[in-house]
């Protein structure tokens, strides 16, 4: 059988797709006993230069021609108004979709999949998190009998790389960004990966997976790692720690928390090990326990892999007379409600003269608000400001047992008051289940 396919969007990924259906279009055909045939591929601009030549009788620049042509539609264009206008019209015309697309989906994946529905065709999107990793199909088929307890994702190679050079090569931020924009793991304008938002929209579409309710994307605590100091990754070192951007994703009861900052881990976790550009995810299930997925998260080629893997899965329900009948994410009917409220370990560095009464100031500060402390780390030597009074400042740190987030940002706001506290307090959350 001869399945018709089109893609709209033809840059790093769209030209990955394109080789990888045309290369290896007879060993699909093999395996599956499908024939996937590329009819058409949009792009506005097929003068740019590319890894690939696509061949000219596959090239367009209307994507209507893309829709009319074909029984499964790819869009990689990115962005969200036009991208979404094209899987309106797709799904309209009963065309099954393929996207990579994770802002889009963290923001309209609500409305995508409830015209699928209504429409009876299938939404693939395995390459919207992890690049070639396959953790939604992890999450929607080999873990279905599971709960999900928790998802811990290192989900952004820029960001993963520019901490691994801070952690061992010993450079500040602007230099591990610099170092990664000239090997090209970071854009020119990195801000959607260090600022966090990349991250927070793949976490997003798990959670959604995960949990069966699309959360309110705005409501999701996001925070970057521009403003890592490489002192706290040292300080982090020499307390056993490493660390990552992660996005975590917990369920407790009725209650689920969604979030991206970066994390202190212990440097003997399997997630603190995932260096460089790679990805990883760590996925809790009640009956499994812990599975992790890991490898490349971007990228023309691995990406491309993950968007062929939905296209032939498409392709095998239309085979079977379905038309593809879309997965719908929307399944829990509980009243679970979404917070932001967590309960987590703490890394606090303030900036304090070394003179007696200082410990006891804060720390009855974070007792009055229930905050218990795990231990004090106090770098007599790390003289980083001269004080108010001329004076020196030293790094104080507390690592704090689990404690409310809300109770931790009051018990902050009132330290900083203190006249032995210098500047703003860093606040970094550990995650360690010993604790």
Known sequence: MKVKVGIVGCGTV??????????????????MGIDIELVKVADKDWNRRREFEVPEHLKTTDYKEVIESSQIVVELVGGIDFAFKLMKESIETGRCVVTANKHLLAKKGNEIFGMAGEKGVSV????????GIPVIKALREGLVGNEIK??????????????????EGNVNFKEALKEAQEKGYAEADP??????????????????????????FDDILVEGISNIDRLDVELGKDLGYTLKLLAIAKKMNNSVEIRVHPTFLPSEDA????????????????????????GKGAGSLPTASAVVSDIVDIARKIKEGTNGESFIP????????????????????FNVPDKTGVLAAISKVLADFNISIASVLQKEKVCRIAGKEGEPIIPLVILTHKAYEYDIKKAVEEIERLPVVEGKTILIRVEEEAY
Do not use: P
């Open 14 to 31: 769209g030209t990955g797709t394109v080789k990888l259906l045309l290369d290896n279009r007879s060993l699909i055909r093999k395996k």
């Open 150 to 167: 928790a998802i811990y994702g290192i989900l952004n190679g820029t960001t993963n790389y520019i901490l691994t050079r801070m952690f």
């Open 191 to 216: 801000s959607l990966d260090i600022d966090g938002w990349d991250t927070a929209h793949k976490i997003a579409i798990l959670a959604w997976i995960a949990y069966g309710r699309f959360f309110n």
């Open 271 to 294: 997630l603190a090990k995932v260096s460089s550009v790679y990805n990883a995810v760590m996925i809790e299930g009640d009956f499994v326990g812990k599975t992790m997925y890991y």
């Open 124 to 131: 693939g999107f395995e390459a919207s998190v992890g690049g």
């Open 330 to 349: 929307n399944w829990e009917d509980k009243d679970i409600h979404f917070t932001n409220n967590f309960y987590s370990r703490y890394y606090l560095r």
